[in-house]
């Protein structure tokens, strides 16, 4: 079991920044694929990135050159850099987390692949 608790969600203007986090707990969780995902009203949940264990990682078009993802492995963290944030990036932003299938599955960004979620952090950006 992996447990995961998101933080660092908030308002912000369009252009600005803001840092999401994810604390990760649970045995082996250093094995498992890790992924943002968002949700904002009447949409589908959409993959926005994600990292391999071998730190890989693979983005949604719509972020490329604007979020980066990493992770902290000394604080069992996910990491989310959200940059030059614009109205239609807000939504509620789900880590996620999934182990043992093959990396190339994981790169679609599917949130039918992942096992484990997070309660979500709200992120509004106002033009």
């Known amino acids: 079991q992996v447990q995961l608790v998101e933080s660092g969600g908030g308002s912000v203007q369009a252009g600005g920044s803001l840092r999401l986090s994810c604390a990760a707990s649970g045995y082996g969780y250093s094995r498992y694929f890790m992924a943002w995902f968002r949700q904002a009203p009447g949409k589908e949940r959409e993959g926005v990135a994600g990292i391999g264990s071998d730190g890989f990682t693979t983005y949604a078009d719509s972020v490329k050159g604007r979020f980066t993802i990493s992770k902290d492995s000394a604080e069992n963290t996910l990491i989310l850099q959200m940059n030059s944030l614009k109205s239609e990036d807000t939504a509620k932003y789900y880590c996620?987390?999934?182990?043992?299938?093959?990396?190339?599955?994981?790169?679609?960004?599917?949130?039918?692949?992942?096992?484990?979620w997070g309660q979500g952090t709200q992120v509004t950006v106002s033009s």
């Open positions: 996620a987390a999934d182990c043992c299938r093959l990396r190339a599955r994981y790169a679609y960004l599917n949130a039918a692949d992942f096992a484990y």
